[in-house]
């Protein structure tokens, strides 16, 4: 369920306090956060996040697009590996039966 239009946009308090001192500062290094419910804000535009996935840190670089989203949307915490092919089995089965001893 959406958070209430009337209680607007949610940050954590420390990543807007985090966020407003890296863009006052030059150096441009990541900020680290496990805070993937935050909404990304127009302050963060151009700033780089490193979101926690549940397993390492993924770089986020927040651009105009971004805005309004959550930071968790753009991190995925699944990995996709692939649908096994029923294909596979017929080969497999292929070639068991052709290379068998010719003249049988």
């Known amino acids: 369920m959406s958070r209430s239009n009337k209680k607007g946009a949610f940050a954590d308090k420390h990543l807007m306090k985090k966020a407003l001192a ?10 680290k956060t496990w805070s993937r419910r935050s909404a990304i804000f127009p302050e963060f535009v151009g700033l780089n996040f490193s979101v926690y996935n549940g397993k390492s840190f993924i770089n986020v670089y927040v651009t105009e697009d971004m805005v309004g989203h959550k ?3 753009f991190v995925p915490t699944r990995v996709f590996k692939m649908h096994s092919s029923n ?5 497999a089965s292929k070639e068991s039966t052709s290379s068998g001893t010719p003249g049988k």
């Open 22 to 31: 890296a863009k006052n500062d030059a150096k441009h290094k990541p900020i």
């Open 71 to 73: 930071l968790g949307e």
């Open 87 to 91: 294909n596979k089995a017929e080969d």
